[in-house]
């Protein structure tokens, strides 16, 4: 099983469209998995022709993406149990706020957002992934978003790249 992991696309915004290199891993996706802070539906519909989507909103997202995303949920993929928030909020670091959101659940991985700082690292046993963002870097020197495999292992990759059309 393939799943794309992104988030933080910001769109409209910090681009109009989601790159050419996040669409084209897409294209035999099993899963797209998004982080929040979308700013549009839009960006849903598109992932939707390419696999099944499931996602979180975030902090900058509005009333038409809380309508159609919850802001935290535990999915089940490839039997991985995964909890999936954006991370937003105060005191703490993102990724903090993304671990204790699921202090009280049993899951294998935690999938989070908005610091746009891609992470993939394991804290206590649990898999923890932020995929950076595909079309707003900040101050780092790439775009990003990951890639997972699910089979008899599990392989997380981090993809960076420079071209954001």
């Known amino acids: ?23 084209d891993a897409c294209t035999d996706s099993d899963l797209i998995v998004h982080t929040g802070d ?5 960006v849903f519909e598109t992932l939707s022709t390419f696999a099944e989507v499931k996602g979180v909103y975030g902090n900058v997202d509005g ?5 159609l995303v919850p802001a935290r949920q535990l999915i089940d993929i490839g039997g991985l149990r995964i909890g999936l ?3 937003h909020g105060e005191k703490k670091t993102t990724e903090q706020r ?3 959101e699921f202090a009280e659940e049993q899951v294998d991985a935690i999938v ?12 206590k046993g649990v898999l ?14 790439f775009y990003s978003f990951i890639t997972l495999e699910i089979g008899d292992d599990i392989r997380p990759e981090l993809v960076l790249f420079q071209d954001k059309s």
Not at 3 to 18: A, C
């Open 1 to 23: 099983m393939k799943v794309i992991i992104t988030g933080d696309t910001h769109i409209p915004g910090r681009s109009r469209n989601l790159p050419k290199r996040l669409l």
């Open 38 to 42: 979308w700013r549009s539906p839009d």
């Open 112 to 123: 989070f957002g908005h610091s746009h700082i891609p992470v993939i690292k394991y804290f």
């Open 63 to 67: 009333k038409e993406m809380r309508a």
């Open 128 to 141: 923890l992934m932020n995929p950076g963002s595909p079309t707003d870097k900040r101050k780092l020197p």
């Open 98 to 100: 993304a671990i204790e």
């Open 85 to 87: 928030v954006h991370g």
